[in-house]
């Protein structure tokens, strides 16, 4: 199998807080994860590749510092939306490949509302 | 640059119907993947085919089949007998078979909206 998981599924916090978002691949090792951003009723977007050791590649007009990326081992990315605001508010999915030219595999998402 | 267009937004059908949804796509590259998602109404995006540039075998998967034609860059997706449970929102995707880093970036299409009905 390809199983993606992702917590929380939902948070709620207050603007200004810094939200963390993991995403781990469960049953394979993930050399890339990718980070998106959906609004309701749209498709994904982009943000960001993250390779396991090394800085993450930004999509353009995506902040790196308001959206820090970790992948620190195969298995595991974090996504941490620092200082967030109401605008942050968003559906944030995260996809894992096992390596070069392989399928994305995705997590089931999280919620993010900012108060 | 690549573009996938999906230009049905939204298609309701009564269960049993059949229903094909449609994906053109754009790319310079000889050699690229075209994918398929399921986005049920939870969020999660289920996996649901993969192919390459090279195989246009059409592909069956119970009540699933895919059509790719490379002549007129499309790759429709048919539901036979669709069920109430199909009811989600069906993405398209292309990955250029690049050779840089793990995994690709996938081009999304804007989804199409298909609603079964009893």
């Given amino acids: 199998g390809a199983v993606v998981s992702q917590h929380p599924s939902r948070v709620i916090c207050k603007s200004g807080t810094s939200v963390k978002i993991e995403c781990r691949s469960l049953d394979f090792q993930a050399t890339t994860m990718f980070w998106?951003?959906?609004?309701?009723?749209?498709s994904l977007m982009l943000m960001a590749t993250s390779n396991e050791g090394s800085k993450a590649t930004y999509e353009q007009g995506v902040e790196k510092d308001k959206?820090?990326?970790?992948h620190a081992s195969l298995t595991l990315s974090t996504l941490t939306v620092t200082s967030a605001h109401p605008e942050d508010s968003s559906f944030y999915i995260c996809s894992a490949s096992r390596g070069l030219r392989e399928t994305q595999y995705f997590g089931p998402g999280t919620r993010l509302l900012v108060l | 640059a690549q573009k996938v267009t999906q230009a049905q937004t939204?298609?309701?059908v009564v269960e049993k119907e059949d229903v094909t949804l449609d994906c053109v796509y754009e790319t310079r590259?000889?050699?690229y993947?075209?994918?398929w998602y399921k986005q049920p109404p939870s969020g999660e995006l289920v996996f649901l085919i993969r192919r390459n540039?090279?195989?246009e075998q059409n592909e069956i998967s119970g009540r699933y089949s895919w059509n790719f034609?490379?002549?007129t860059s499309s790759f429709n997706f048919t539901i036979t007998a669709s069920q109430v449970v199909d009811s989600a929102v069906y993405f398209c995707a292309l990955s250029e078979a690049g050779l840089t880093g793990g995994g690709n970036k996938l081009t999304f299409g804007t989804g199409t909206q298909l609603k079964v009905e009893l």
């Fill in chain 1, 36 to 42: 998106y951003r959906q609004f309701p009723k749209q």
């Fill in chain 1, 67 to 70: 959206f820090l990326i970790n």
């Fill in chain 2, 10 to 12: 939204e298609i309701s």
């Fill in chain 2, 29 to 31: 590259d000889t050699t």
């Fill in chain 2, 33 to 35: 993947y075209l994918f």
């Fill in chain 2, 53 to 55: 540039s090279f195989d």
């Fill in chain 2, 69 to 71: 034609q490379k002549s």
